[in-house]
Structures are given as structure tokens and as C-alpha cells.
């Protein structure tokens, strides 16, 4: 079982759709989780990072952490196509100090 | 510049050559990372350097990789002997110190893309 397992898509949405996003992880101990976007032949940029359970909201842009259920998931609203993007869940902590483990990324496409 | 710089961006080689890939980190920056990226894949972590500490090699696939960072600074991700299973693209990223505390962002470069034929 990979340690971060997320649903590579791809997913086509219409503009101004809500977009759910998810992944599960297997580790208790971690306890940073993050978002990350990546446009084609670019390398990642962090969108959103949360510590241990709970909401964030930054614009458009909801995370949410269940470590209870060991599920992360990142929301977007009225979805753009400058959305159109490969969504990586990222996470870290524990034992695993200094390394962040990735799922395997969202391929997003938000047409007109 | 003011983002982390790798190079080069493409490089297609022979397979069984040795290859050697840079990273310059942004300056400052204590926390230097390696990750693989598979066709279709997530990130494949490989190797960290935190400051002056021994680097967490754990990522390494086989002992034909290697990296070096010298001065804190410049980082070398050597293949040798590749493989076309080696072919994919590889990405660096640093941040200001590592762990995860305080939202310590990793900054990512656009990368190097391997292939080996």
C-alpha cells in the first residue's frame, strides 16, 4: 500500500464548477499536510499547507485535514480555467523529518 | 536569479552514459531536496540536505545515483550507467530550513527532463 494514494483523474469540470480534490494516507504520524499546483513543464508551487486537523480557506481555495480518517482534501470554487492544473497532495512529519511523500496528482482541466 | 535554477532543462543521453544534473537553491536557503517525477507519476523523493548534517540518501533507487551539495550551496545529482527506466523529469527544491514547521514552503525548479535511449 502506497503510503499516499489520490486519484489521478483526469477530471473535466465546466467554469465556475466546485472541484473536490482527495487523498488518503496510511501514516498516523504525519502531521503536515500541503497542496501543491503544477502547470505543464513546470515545477510545483505550494497552494496550500495546513498543520494537523481542521479548515483553511484562502480565496477560491479550501483545505481540509480528517486525521481521524487520514483524509486531506482541497476544494476549489467557482473554478477557473487558469485552474486547469496537476494537483499534487503532499505530506509530512513524523518520522519522515525534512521529506515530504507525494500523491500521485490530479489532472485538472476547467473548460469555458 | 531569484528562484531555484536547474540545469540543464532537457538531456537526452545514451543509455549506459553518466549524467550529471545541477541545482542552485535559492541563496539563503539550508534545505536542499531531489524528487523524481514518473510519467503520469507523483514525486519519487530521493535525497535531502539539511545544512551541515549527513543527508537523507533513503530515496536513492540504486546505488548508480548519487548527489553532492558543496559549500551549502550547488547541489550534483549524478546517474551513472543509466537506464531507460531512469528516464523521467527531476526536480529540486529548497527552503529556508528544513521540516515542515511554520509552513516552511519548498520552492521547486522547473526541472530536468532525462531521457535515456
Known amino acids: 500500500q502506497k503510503e499516499v494514494e489520490q486519484d489521478p483523474g483526469p477530471l473535466s469540470v465546466p467554469e465556475g464548477a466546485i472541484v473536490s480534490l482527495n487523498c488518503t494516507y496510511s501514516n498516523s504520524a504525519f502531521q503536515y499536510f500541503m497542496w501543491y499546483r503544477q502547470y505543464s513543464r513546470k515545477g510545483p508551487e505550494l497552494l496550500m499547507y495546513t498543520y494537523s486537523s481542521g479548515n483553511k480557506e484562502d480565496g477560491r481555495f479550501t483545505a481540509q485535514v480528517d486525521k481521524s480518517s487520514k483524509y486531506i482534501s482541497l476544494f476549489i470554487r467557482d473554478s477557473q480555467p487558469s485552474d486547469s492544473a496537476t494537483y499534487l497532495c503532499?505530506?509530512?512529519?513524523?518520522?519522515?523529518?525534512?521529506?515530504?511523500?507525494f500523491g500521485q496528482g490530479t489532472i485538472l482541466t476547467v473548460h469555458p | 536569479g531569484a528562484g531555484v535554477s536547474q540545469s540543464p532543462s532537457n538531456k537526452v543521453t545514451e543509455k549506459g552514459k553518466d549524467v550529471e544534473l545541477r541545482c542552485d537553491p535559492i541563496?539563503?536557503?539550508?534545505?536542499l531536496y531531489w524528487y523524481r517525477q514518473s510519467l503520469g507519476q507523483g514525486l519519487e523523493f530521493l535525497i535531502y540536505?539539511?545544512?551541515?548534517?549527513?543527508?537523507?540518501k533513503s530515496g536513492l533507487p540504486s546505488d548508480r545515483f548519487s548527489a553532492e551539495r558543496t559549500g551549502g550551496s550547488v547541489s550534483t545529482l549524478t546517474i551513472q550507467r543509466t537506464q531507460q527506466e531512469d528516464s523521467a523529469v527531476y526536480l529540486c527544491a529548497s527552503s529556508i530550513r528544513g521540516g515542515f514547521q511554520g509552513s516552511t514552503e519548498a520552492f521547486f525548479g522547473q526541472g530536468t527532463r532525462l531521457t535515456v535511449v
Open positions: 540536505f539539511q545544512g551541515n548534517s549527513a543527508p537523507d
Open positions: 541563496s539563503g536557503h539550508t534545505a
Open positions: 503532499a505530506i509530512g512529519g513524523g518520522t519522515s523529518y525534512g521529506k515530504l511523500t
